[in-house]
């Protein structure tokens, strides 16, 4: 039974993620995936984002969480005006079974008021994984779309006062 459990748990850390390069999604156009809020209303993105400009901090694993948050707090520090958006990310079979719970230890850790800032993508995880890699998976994807949903700014090396400068020029901030 015990080498039951250390097999299945091996499988569970090592098959349930694909591994995909690195890209510079630059120039795209953000793909249609779905993900639901933390308010557990279903969104359709990019349709759902209708701002001049929008930014995505995509995050592949909790320890990205850090990253994210010095991103939304130098966008805060900065007076930059835009709509932000977390997107925990989360690729193949197994979390899904469990987003439930997932999501319900996202809603212990962060205030109510931000809940519907925050939209969880399960299903179409692997589809966003491999659009823009997932190497080096605790950096935050920091995605700058505009209000035609093409992106024209993206980050994927951690945060830095000069990426959030380059962000913010890239929205003429």
């Not at 359709?44 to 995505?56: A, I, K």
Request: net charge negative.
């Amino acid at each position: 039974m015990k080498f039951l459990f250390i097999m299945l748990s091996l499988l569970l850390i090592s098959g349930c993620a694909n591994q995909y390069p690195n890209q510079n999604p630059i120039g795209q156009n953000f793909p249609e995936i779905s993900g639901e809020t933390l308010e557990q209303q279903t969104v359709q993105m990019p349709r759902h984002f209708n701002g001049d400009y929008t930014v995505l901090l995509v995050g592949y694993k909790q320890d990205s969480q850090f990253d994210i948050d010095r991103w939304l707090i130098g966008l805060d520090m900065t007076n930059t005006v835009v709509d932000a958006y977390e997107l925990p990310t989360i690729g193949g079979m197994f979390p899904r079974m469990f987003e439930t719970v997932i999501n319900n230890g996202m809603r212990a850790g962060i205030p109510k008021e931000l809940w519907q800032g925050v939209i969880t993508v399960y299903q179409d995880g692997d589809t966003l994984q491999a659009f823009t890699g997932n190497q080096n998976p605790r950096n935050t994807r920091v995605i700058l779309l505009d209000k035609n949903h093409r992106i024209i700014y993206f980050n994927d090396v951690g945060f830095s006062v000069a990426g959030l400068n380059a962000l913010r020029a890239a929205m003429g901030q």
